[in-house]
């Protein structure tokens, strides 16, 4: 060997000891702390002239094997494990900001504290999305059960200060009706009384204001009612610029199971067949107009279009993320 070859062997040499007494000697550190949190849980889109925001309020843990009904805790099973879901379902709460310009409507507000610790995020999530609560003019109820109605108050008082709260006068005959409510299974007296406190401060405010049937609520947003799952349970048409979303509320709650068969229920349904009967005709009018879609209990954000499948089968379609630039 050269000498010049030599002396490039020896170089190398030191070069790679040096290199590794290096490594050897520094200090290894561990990988930094898990932080457990999401981000801020809440997702734009633009509707024609409006601007929707999904707001998130949370997830629960629901043992759906045990509450849908008119099907079999064998067939729910192997739904959801084709879905690679367990029998308790973390479940989203969603709701919707709808800025159409002239008005910042809220549709459902989410249950604060009336359904577990896991919820309650609606509040810091509108603050995430860049508004107040001071902001909210008019808040439109779904139907009054507390993962829906929970989110008005909070201590008590208004959350939405100046908001008008709109919600079907059948719902609210039934659930701030005290007799009815004394009526009632015990199990079931608690969705009377979350109700009641959480409509009361807007009523006695006069800000509770209800309609009846298919109603235009500001320009461009419309109820319509889809009475089943409660007595007064709506759904909110929100349409600008020939675009189209429809807000289901709790016209369903569990996508794996329910788009395969829409005869599926829930024990929390009131009246169960024209529940099933709703939804199949929603299932049927979203995949054929082909609008938006977005769902209280679908994964957040709970934005999508409907397909029809085979028999009576439909597919949830998710929206595409878009960044909105």
Same mark, same amino acid.
């Given at each position: 060997?050269?000498?010049?070859?030599?002396?490039? =062997? =020896?170089?190398?040499?030191?070069?790679?000891?040096?290199?590794?007494?290096?490594?050897?000697?520094?200090?290894?550190?561990?990988?930094?702390?898990?932080?457990?949190?999401?981000?801020?849980?809440?997702?734009?889109?633009?509707?024609?002239?409006?601007?929707?925001?999904?707001?998130?309020?949370?997830?629960?843990?629901?043992?759906?094997?045990?509450?849908?009904?008119?099907?079999?805790?064998?067939?729910?099973?192997?739904?959801?494990?084709?879905? @690679?879901?367990?029998?308790?379902?973390?479940?989203?709460?969603?709701?919707?900001?709808?800025?159409?310009?002239?008005?910042?409507?809220?549709?459902?507000?989410?249950?604060?504290?009336?359904?577990?610790?896991?919820?309650?995020?609606?509040?810091?999530?509108?603050?995430?999305?860049?508004?107040?609560?001071?902001?909210?003019?008019?808040?439109?109820?779904?139907?009054?059960?507390?993962?829906?109605?929970?989110?008005?108050?909070?201590?008590?008082?208004?959350?939405?200060?100046?908001?008008?709260?709109?919600?079907?006068?059948?719902?609210?005959?039934?659930?701030?009706?005290?007799?009815?409510?004394?009526?009632?299974?015990?199990?079931?007296? *608690? @969705?009377?009384?979350? =109700?009641?406190?959480?409509?009361?401060?807007?009523?006695?405010?006069?800000?509770?204001?209800?309609?009846?049937?298919?109603?235009?609520?500001?320009?461009?947003?419309?109820?319509?009612?889809?009475?089943?799952?409660?007595?007064?349970?709506?759904?909110?048409?929100?349409?600008?610029?020939?675009?189209?979303?429809?807000?289901?509320?709790?016209?369903?709650?569990?996508?794996?199971?329910?788009?395969?068969?829409?005869?599926?229920?829930?024990? @929390?349904?009131?009246?169960?067949?024209?529940?099933?009967?709703?939804?199949?005709?929603?299932?049927?009018? =979203?995949?054929?107009?082909?609008?938006?879609?977005?769902?209280?209990?679908?994964?957040?954000?709970?934005?999508?279009?409907?397909?029809?499948?085979? *028999?009576?089968?439909?597919?949830?379609?998710?929206?595409?993320?878009?960044?909105?630039?």
């Amino acid at each position: 060997m050269s000498r010049s070859l030599k002396n490039l =062997a =020896a170089a190398i040499a030191v070069s790679s000891l040096a290199a590794s007494f290096t490594l050897a000697t520094l200090p290894v550190f561990a990988a930094g702390p898990m932080v457990k949190t999401q981000a801020p849980g809440y997702y734009r889109l633009a509707l024609g002239d409006f601007e929707v925001t999904a707001l998130s309020d949370g997830t629960v843990k629901l043992p759906v094997k045990d509450l849908l009904t008119n099907t079999t805790p064998a067939k729910v099973s192997a739904a959801l494990k084709r879905a @690679f879901l367990p029998d308790a379902v973390e479940t989203s709460v969603n709701a919707y900001l709808i800025n159409t310009g002239s008005k910042l409507v809220l549709v459902d507000t989410g249950a604060s504290g009336l359904f577990g610790p896991t919820l309650g995020s609606l509040q810091a999530n509108l603050k995430a999305a860049g508004y107040q609560p001071e902001q909210v003019d008019e808040i439109y109820i779904t139907h009054m059960h507390p993962d829906h109605v929970g989110g008005l108050v909070v201590n008590g008082a208004m959350a939405f200060p100046n908001a008008v709260v709109r919600v079907d006068k059948a719902d609210a005959d039934f659930w701030l009706d005290e007799t009815k409510m004394n009526a009632a299974p015990k199990e079931s007296q *608690g @969705f009377f009384q979350g =109700a009641m406190a959480s409509i009361k401060p807007y009523a006695a405010a006069g800000k509770l204001k209800t309609f009846e049937g298919a109603t235009e609520l500001v320009p461009g947003v419309k109820a319509q009612p889809t009475h089943g799952h409660t007595a007064g349970h709506s759904v909110y048409v929100v349409e600008s610029k020939g675009e189209k979303l429809v807000l289901w509320g709790d016209l369903m709650h569990v996508a794996a199971v329910q788009f395969d068969n829409p005869e599926v229920t829930i024990k @929390f349904d009131s009246e169960a067949p024209p529940a099933a009967k709703e939804r199949t005709k929603a299932y049927a009018d =979203a995949a054929k107009n082909g609008y938006l879609v977005g769902a209280a209990h679908i994964a957040f954000p709970g934005l999508g279009h409907v397909r029809k499948s085979a *028999g009576k089968a439909y597919t949830w379609v998710p929206l595409n993320y878009s960044s909105l630039k």
